[in-house]
């Protein structure tokens, strides 16, 4: 195509713009005309102001109340030239009617600009033939449809044009849905029932409490009000001090325990004694409390269990299950977390699902029978391992018990617990070495502590039982030492008993190693820390606390605290799985946890060495003590009695 013909075509292009837009032009002046009619149809009802007011209203505005029209000055034989002049223009000069003017109410609005396209000339041309006068005729030329009318151009005119009254209520319509537009469309039906189905639907009575009394609504309802009260209760410690050393300083009586909070329940716990306290392996701040029976209540359960939780500061327990018998001891399964055992004072062993939505009694629990337990079961421990694991049980009627966690028909295995007298040991308590499931300690009413085989036989010769002899009153407690680290340990352990001492074993020797005597009282529990070789913890009747370090002294506690009102006694303590927390239950249905001091859970590595010197000084009094014992009994027998203090003269 020559130059000549690119010019000539853009020359017809040109002019078939300019037509394009004088239609436009056009339309548009057609549809003003046609509000300005619709306008003043509308003002002849309403009421019209006079031409005084109207030149006031001007005037203040800054508006002439005469405007200046420019009248056309050409004129053809003697009339005026109107082939210039717009049609509304026309029709203006031409009609000899006046229109009133007044004010209407305006609604202002305020929106987002669109973004202009903004386009150059080399956008649909190339540089080069620009630069010379050439215009591209590629892909990016100009093409224009010659099937193109003025009623699509007309309805894309109308659907674009920003300045369109119509579309700039239709864009104002949809920001504002409430609001009443003149020129608004009616919804339809359709739409009318499409809007009433997005309007939330009143639930009857019936179907509230239909849905209210729904298992899955209780379920969702108690998970999370239990979220939402941990959020509420729950506090942070701003004034940490990372940077602190607190290792090698010297800490007072006073700061080695401090009272964190207290967990009591005035319906479930009130006047009910404590009977066991046990932590959950798969979750370390679920704390398991058994309650004896409120003996001033006859409609509540004899036996309760609650689920305190340790970590966040909320008031109510997490589960609340009861059974008609008195709980004794309580256990959770090590690999069930949701499972929770406890043995009662009939000889019988419940099990709790805390899975199952509001089902506060057992879901199993066995049936009473000879092949079982007829008197209280006082101490449970699950042993084995995930795959190979049961729930060991002893009860004051001389017999161990081994059942199925899942079966509790019958016990897998049961044992006939037997001294060397052929007498049957009135098991009180157990406690089994850490990663030991055949032997055990077991104490009994009649202050001895014997070392027990599950798999022995069932009355022990001389060699394969032994026997540990120095209370003097029945055996409360006992408890095998717990900490892992450079040196072995496990062969140690503690026993309470109502003689008002704590005595240190161990397994290794039957001969006593110490003897703890600054209770005043029964004591009925005592426990070693899990992470400190030589820390451990007694309580007594009288309500006292007693925190031991044996790397600091032998002869008396630490620390003494009192968590009780005056009156009451201490019956239960048990330390959290990290060492950090000291749990202790009194009589009255309250449970006290203490937070240990740092000294007491980060150790150096000296402690070990210096635990065993220790051990070996306790020994060595405890046999100079033995022959100073025989030297005054041949001196007594041989002459008058010579007095010795009673750690002296030990049994």
Known sequence: MSAEERRLELERKKQKLAELK??????????????????????????????????????????????????????????????????????LLNSSRMVNLEFSAVQSFTLPLKDASIYSK??????????????????????????LGMDNFRGRAHSHDLESPIHMNDDIAKLLPGYPFANQKEPTPAQEE????????????????????????????????????RGLTETVDIFIDYARDQRGEVVASDDRLRLSRVFSDEKWTANRAISGI?????????????????????????????????????????????????????????????????????????VWDNRIANKKTPINISPLSL??????????????TNNAHNLVSISTDGRMCSWNVDNLTQPVDGKELMNMA?????????????????????GSEDGKIS????????????????????????VTSVAFHRATGAVDFSHL?????????????????????????????????????????????????????????????????????????????????????????????DNEGNVYVYEVHESMYVLRSEEWTRFARVLGDMKQASEDADDMSEVMSRLSNSGPMVNVSPRQNWP
Request: net charge negative.
């Open 22 to 91: 004088i239609q436009r032009q056009r339309a548009q002046e057609q549809r003003t005309r046609e509000l300005l009619n619709t306008a003043v149809e509308n003002g002849n009802s309403r009421p019209s102001l006079s031409s005084n007011q109207v030149e006031e209203i001007l005037n203040e505005v800054g508006i002439p109340s005469e405007p200046n029209v420019e009248r056309p000055s050409e004129k053809v034989n003697g009339t005026v030239d109107m082939s210039n002049v717009s049609p509304m223009a026309s029709q």
């Open 122 to 147: 080399t956008t649909q041309t190339d540089d080069e033939k620009f630069s010379v006068g050439e215009f591209s005729m590629g892909s990016q030329e100009f093409d224009y449809d010659d099937e």
């Open 194 to 229: 499409e809007k009433e189905d997005t309007r939330p639907r009143v639930l009857s009575e019936e179907e509230r409490n239909r849905i209210l009394a729904s298992a899955d609504f209780q379920a969702f309802f108690e998970y999370s009000s239990k979220v939402l009260e």
């Open 278 to 350: 046990t932590f959950s392996e798969q979750h370390p701040e679920l704390m398991a409390v058994s309650y004896d029976l409120d003996p001033e209540s006859v409609i509540d359960p004899p036996g309760v269990v609650i689920i305190w939780n340790t970590k966040f500061k909320k008031e109510s327990p997490e589960y609340v299950v009861s059974c008609q018998s008195r709980i004794t001891s309580v256990t959770f399964a090590r690999f069930h977390a949701h499972l929770v055992l406890a043995g009662c004072y009939s000889g019988q062993i419940c």
């Open 371 to 384: 092949m079982a337990h007829t008197h209280p079961v006082y101490s449970l421990a699950v042993i084995g």
């Open 422 to 442: 052929g007498k049957q040991i009135p098991c009180m308590t157990m406690s089994f070495p850490v990663a030991d499931m055949n032997n055990f300690v077991v």
């Open 451 to 474: 070392a027990i085989s599950r798999h022995g036989a069932a009355q022990a010769s001389a060699k394969e039982f032994a026997a540990f002899e120095g209370h003097s009153a029945p």
């Open 493 to 585: 352990f503690l026993s309470a008993s109502v003689d008002w001492t704590v005595k240190l074993w161990s397994t290794k020797d039957p001969q006593l190693r110490f003897s703890f005597e600054s209770h005043c009282d029964f004591v009925y529990d005592a426990a070693w820390s899990p992470v400190h070789p030589a820390v451990f913890t007694s309580i007594d009747a009288e309500g006292n606390l007693f925190l031991w370090n044996l790397n600091e002294d032998t002869e008396g506690p630490v620390a003494r605290m009192q968590p009780g009102k005056e009156g009451s006694s201490l019956r239960k303590v048990c330390w959290s799985d990290d060492g950090r927390q000291v749990c202790v239950g």
